[in-house]
């Protein structure tokens, strides 16, 4: 029987859909030591829909994560976010996709990783063998530290110039012998997975290919649909891996309309209805799971997307901390905002040429912009809004009237 056809819109609607951005409201997570905090059950309820959220220093309006549940629920408090994350009970930080929040109950999912860092001996530093020793010492004996605790992250060069003992807590972190479920001040707080970790999720000792199974059907969830490349991305494994369980996964074979990669993977979820509802309108961080993936971004939505925080400031395009603008389940531009007292500002406006090629799209669009930049503002406490430089030009006074 010959793969089930879509085309690229229906891909797209169903990737929207699946991501928490269509229609479907994230269901609140029950559990978790959230039964006082809705926002909190919400903001768990979206981190158990996407299976991971990547982490990232970079603060602008808000830090990454924060980000991540806000466009997907609005206007949901931050510290419910911080709440839903680092209570202790109901999520952990390990490496997935990148460097991640993960719900608790994916514990034993991650041991085929914590047995390959075992096996390569170190992370990204020569590991220092006595330090490990102290590090799980001290925590025997002190109970959870942060690195300060543990005796310094840095020595005092430059940010990569770390301690023996923040390069043992981290080797330590990446075999699970050490655990994070908590964070103070934006410091890992380590801890003994007997202390952390229930019992329950300790005991299973999962084979590789069982691990990888279940989170490639997860990646399938949570894409709705996807390439084996894509499958492979979202939570980091090779392509190889994902052919050699992808059967088991239940994945439905498709093929999509402009998809070039070949045979593409839909969830039997995302096919047993057309995705239908309210399209969210809002800025996403650059590291949201909508568009972590450069190549996936461009082939869904025809949207080239780059973060320059990293690019020497005369060399970007777009701005620092680029955001970009989805409205009506297209990423129509992008915002590089800022924030002066109590305004929020957009350094830079770049919308895509096709959002504004009629006068109607123009309008639409300015009416999208304005209101994902009120909504983010109220959200971090701004009240006013200031746009620095549009593109194109001309747009001004329509975006000047729709901010009104």
Known sequence: ??????????????????????????????????????????ALGAL??????????????AR?????????LGAVGR????????????????????????PIEDWPLYAFRRRAYVERGQHWHRTPEQACKEVLARLRADGPLTATGLGGAKKGGEWFDRTDHKIAAEYLLATGEVVCTRRVGWRRVYDLPERAIPAALREPDLSDDECVTTLVTRAGRALGVA????????????GDQVDGVVEATGLVPVTVSGWTNGTAWAHPEALAEPPRGRHRTTLLSPFDSLVWDRKRTQRVFAFDHRLEAYVPKPK???GYFTMPLLAGGRLIGRVDPAREGTTLIARKVSLEP???????????????????????????????????????????????????
Not at 48 to 61: K, P
Not at 228 to 233: E, N, S, T, V
């Open 79 to 102: 510290l419910s976010v911080e709440h839903a994350y680092w209570n202790g009970t109901a999520a952990f930080e390990y490496w997935s996709h990148a460097a991640c929040v993960l």
């Open 64 to 72: 990454s994560h924060e980000l991540v549940a806000y466009a997907r």
């Open 354 to 404: 096709a959002a504004v090629n009629t006068p109607a799209k123009a309008e639409r669009a300015m009416t999208y912009l304005a209101e994902a930049l009120r909504e983010a503002a109220e959200w971090v406490g701004c009240d006013a809004v200031r746009v620095e430089l549009l593109d194109p030009p001309a747009l001004a006074a329509p975006l000047t009237a729709a901010l009104r």
């Open 48 to 61: 158990r829909h996407l299976g991971a959220v990547q982490l990232d220093t970079i603060s602008v309006l």
């Open 316 to 318: 970007r395009v777009h």
């Open 1 to 42: 029987m010959p793969p089930l056809e879509l085309s690229s819109e229906q891909a797209r609607r169903i990737q929207l859909r699946a991501q928490g951005l269509l229609g479907r409201v994230v269901t609140p997570s029950h559990g978790g030591g959230l039964r006082r905090d809705p926002g909190a059950r919400r």
């Open 227 to 238: 390439t084996r490349a894509d499958l492979a991305d979202y939570v980091r494994v090779r």
